[in-house]
């Protein structure tokens, strides 16, 4: 079946680094989303890429889908306790999502 | 709009036992969902239901039934519950399609002993 890989599995930052998280696939997709859970807490979604190398941004997080429409990326600039949790990607298939593993955030204050 | 509401937030159960996790949607969406959520394994679909009346199976099913009576609702069984089945659940809905932006209720986070 489908699948979408993700990395780091797991990743510790110092307050002020970036971050980015990776997520491939071997089939195209029909787009790409993005999600936030927080310690505790349900997935939300941040945001979806349709178009071949759209790009897109969220004030310190910046989105991207390869041309390929196979990988994506989130880039967090100048991390903040704020943005700790895990981050899943989630490709569609056709009519269907299908969730990376998800990279856990930590950040050093 | 309360969104996507589930009950139990929290259940232990023993092996063998069965039982019904409840998920309601007040956004009137037709797509609907359940995944179960282990470390290191993202989110897996269990059940899915494209409307009323209608559901198919997901990614990992075995073991679980669902039915799709009405629009909001779409509760989730646990036919004779195994250790295997300890996870946290998420129900999620969306207004189109299943790859749609999903809006996900708080989960229920469930022990087999």
């Known amino acids: 079946g489908q699948q979408v890989m993700q990395i780091p599995q797991y990743q510790h930052v110092q307050e002020g680094e970036d971050f980015t998280t990776y997520c491939n696939s071997s089939t195209t997709l029909s787009n790409i989303q993005w999600y936030k859970q927080?310690?505790?807490?349900?997935p939300v979604f941040l945001i979806q890429?349709?178009?071949s190398g759209e790009v897109k941004k969220q004030k310190r997080l910046t989105f991207q889908f390869g041309e390929a429409k196979k990988n994506s990326s989130l880039h967090i600039t100048a991390t903040q306790t704020t943005d700790v949790g895990?981050?899943?990607c989630?490709?569609?298939?056709g009519?269907?999502?299908v969730f990376g593993a998800g990279t856990i955030l930590r950040v050093k204050s | 709009n309360a969104g996507v509401t589930q009950t139990p937030k929290f259940q232990v159960l023993k092996t063998g036992q069965s039982m019904t996790l409840q998920c309601a949607q007040d956004?009137?969406?037709?797509?609907?969902?359940w995944y179960r959520q282990d470390p290191g394994m993202g989110l897996r679909l269990i059940h899915?239901?494209?409307g009323a009346g209608i559901t198919d199976q997901g990614e990992v099913p075995n073991g679980y039934n669902v039915s799709r009576s009405t629009t909001e609702d779409f509760p989730l069984r646990l036919l004779s519950a195994a250790p295997s089945q300890t996870s946290v659940y998420f129900c999620a809905s969306s207004p189109g399609t299943g790859?749609?932006?999903q809006h996900f209720g708080d989960g229920t986070r469930l022990s087999i002993l």
Do not use: C
Not at chain 1, 38 to 42: L, Q, V
Not at chain 2, 27 to 33: D, G, L, Q, V
């Open chain 1, 38 to 42: 927080r310690p505790g807490g349900h």
């Open chain 1, 49 to 51: 890429l349709v178009k």
């Open chain 1, 86 to 88: 895990t981050y899943f």
């Open chain 1, 90 to 93: 989630a490709g569609g298939y």
């Open chain 1, 95 to 97: 009519n269907k999502l």
């Open chain 2, 27 to 33: 956004m009137n969406h037709e797509y609907m969902s």
């Open chain 2, 48 to 50: 899915y239901s494209v």
């Open chain 2, 99 to 101: 790859n749609q932006p």
